[in-house]
């Protein structure tokens, strides 16, 4: 039942189809309004305006309702600012390591470069596997980079996870080292 449907009211018969032109948020505001107000005085002053007169009058009671929250939602963070209080729970500190650029050429250590870019990856607590490929991405120089850049640009997802763009950047960067590791010695 709605509140400006009160039958002992006989000088104001408003209903839902009465006011039609109000949206159902603007008739949710009316009677919100009614049961601050009183719906006498609510009927009284709808009787009075045109619609456009209407509209603007709900609009600022709606408005003054959103200045009443957002005082009392300071109020509070005021309160706990002073009482030290967290409002919401922190993100966890993260420790930012910079690590070295990994450019694919003889001097390099990729598996040096791994042990960095894992410790950077966990200080940064960087969770999301594509972050995390992202990451690593962005720590790449030279022809490393460029090779990296090329297969996104034909396969915007050749790399699913770090695990397979560690095993890609292994497989060309290192592919001279394992193939001697692999040979029995003679």
Request: charged content about 30%.
């Amino acid at each position: 039942m709605n509140m400006l449907d009160d039958e002992d009211d006989q000088s104001f018969h408003a209903t839902r189809d009465g006011y039609s032109h109000l949206s159902d948020v603007e008739w949710d505001a009316v009677e919100r309004m009614g049961s601050t107000m009183g719906i006498h005085a609510v009927s009284v002053m709808l009787e009075a305006l045109n619609r456009d007169a209407q509209h603007a009058t709900i609009a600022k009671f709606i408005q003054y309702e959103l200045d009443a929250e957002r005082e009392k939602f300071e109020l509070l963070r005021q309160q706990q600012a002073a009482a030290g209080g967290p409002m919401h729970s922190r993100r966890p500190e993260t420790l930012k390591i910079d690590i070295s650029k990994y450019r694919g050429v003889e001097e390099d250590s990729l598996l040096r470069w791994f042990v960095e870019l894992d410790d950077a990856i966990r200080a940064r607590r960087i969770d999301d596997g594509d972050m995390q490929v992202a990451f690593a991405q962005s720590n790449l120089a030279g022809r490393a980079k460029t090779w990296a850049l090329g297969l996104k640009l034909h396969d915007p997802y050749a790399f699913g996870s770090l695990k397979v763009f560690k095993s890609r950047l292994r497989q060309t960067f290192e592919p001279l080292e394992l193939s001697s590791e692999l040979e029995p010695n003679s």
